[in-house]
């Protein structure tokens, strides 16, 4: 029987595009997972170099497009359990264990960690409490929360559609028609560049502004390049 609680039986997929200075922390906790799959965009930075001396099953796709790089890595994996996180994340020890736990669930289809972010300052605390109201009430994490499914459920709702823009929303909408999707009772940690580069409510407006723009059927190529 598989236990889903035992890293080796997880495929984890890390979409990567010039991420050399976060990559090899993440690398570092994935040590013990059957397959560690970086799919990469493009990079010349050496995240390739890294992923590879660091045991990761490099994957290189013909353009930056993280839809279509964390389909590509889906596809290639062979575990019956499937983790996606963003190559800025730090994961909760214990990860494997605490998904396994909530995707056991009934009418459990897919999981995510609460959101911790890596820089100091009150609107980033009051950023994370929103994140965690919208996650639990609303059921709707985003890519940067990872996410947790089988690979038989993963195949069954279609998987990522290869946009490079609001594939996680996408994906997430679309698992919700299927059953719940739960938050793990601990927190993964990313960092704060994005947030401290663009400032927090000016980030969290134009994230908005995009999400908006998404579901009133604006494409996402068109997104990206205002991206």
């Given at each position: 029987m598989i236990d889903p609680k035992n890293p080796d039986n997880w495929s984890v997929v890390i979409p990567v595009l010039n991420e050399v200075e976060l990559l090899g922390g993440l690398l570092a906790q994935l040590q013990d997972v059957g397959e560690l799959l970086v799919v990469d965009g493009g990079s010349s930075d050496g995240s390739c170099e890294l992923a590879l001396l660091m045991g990761a099953k490099l994957l290189r796709f013909s353009c930056?497009?993280?839809?279509?790089?964390?389909?590509?890595?889906?596809?290639?994996?062979?575990?019956?359990?499937?983790?996606?996180?963003?190559?800025?994340?730090?994961?909760?020890?214990?990860?494997?264990?605490?998904?396994?736990?909530?995707?056991?669930?009934?009418?459990?289809?897919?999981?995510a960690f609460r959101l911790k972010v890596q820089a100091p300052g009150w609107r980033l605390r009051l950023l994370e409490l929103l994140v965690q109201l919208r996650s639990s009430l609303r059921e709707l994490p985003y890519g940067d929360q990872g996410l947790a499914i089988t690979k038989q459920t993963y195949g069954l709702v279609g998987g990522f559609q290869p946009i490079p823009l609001?594939?996680?929303?996408?994906?997430?909408?679309?698992?919700?028609?299927?059953?719940?999707?739960?938050?793990?009772?601990?927190?993964?940690?990313?960092?704060?560049?994005?947030?401290?580069?663009?400032?927090v409510w000016r980030s969290c407006w134009r994230n908005a502004n995009f999400r908006a723009a998404w579901r009133r059927g604006v494409s996402a190529e068109i997104l990206q390049k205002q991206y």
């Open positions: 930056a497009n993280r839809g279509a790089q964390l389909a590509h890595g889906a596809l290639q994996a062979r575990g019956s359990h499937l983790l996606f996180v963003h190559a800025d994340a730090r994961l909760p020890e214990g990860w494997s264990g605490l998904l396994a736990n909530c995707l056991e669930k009934p009418g459990v289809i897919a999981a609001m594939e996680d929303l996408d994906l997430v909408q679309r698992l919700k028609k299927l059953g719940s999707v739960v938050i793990a009772p601990a927190a993964i940690t990313v960092s704060g560049r994005r947030w401290q580069r663009l400032g």
